[in-house]
Nanobody, 130 residues
């Protein structure tokens, strides 16, 4: 049984940083693409980033490009999302997900096909507020 568990969320002031982690059991994350999505209250789920397995290619939404960095630690079977220069608009529940395949689904349109991610974590809350 595949389980994904996010951690690292919390309360941070604007301009601050957080590092989220996605850990897996029942699945070797290095074999699959891993994406981060987020959902703020009253808003639709939004793709944040995706990292492929086969070539290590990374994708970012325009709203986080240059501030967030996704990376893997294969020894720990985790994928991390380093978030810098956080803004109140980044407040949301953050989820990691994997399609169980090596590539982010549909490449640059990876965030348009959330139904193709078979496994999701339960989410971790990130709140950016002074």
């Amino acid at each position: 049984q595949v389980q994904l568990v996010e951690s690292g969320g919390g309360l941070v002031q604007p301009g601050g940083s957080l590092r989220l982690s996605c850990a897996a059991s029942g699945f070797i994350l290095s074999y699959g693409a891993v994406a981060w999505f987020r959902q703020a209250p009253g808003k639709e789920r939004e793709g944040v980033s995706c990292i492929s397995s086969s070539d290590g290619r990374t994708y970012y939404s325009d709203s986080v490009k240059g501030r967030f960095t996704v990376s893997r630690d294969n020894a720990k079977n985790t994928v991390s999302l380093e978030m810098n220069t956080l803004e109140p608009e980044d407040t949301a529940v953050y989820f990691c997900a994997t399609p169980g395949l090596a590539q982010c689904p549909h490449g640059i349109y990876w965030d348009k096909y959330p139904d193709e991610y078979d496994y999701w974590g339960q989410g971790t809350q990130v709140t950016v507020s002074s």
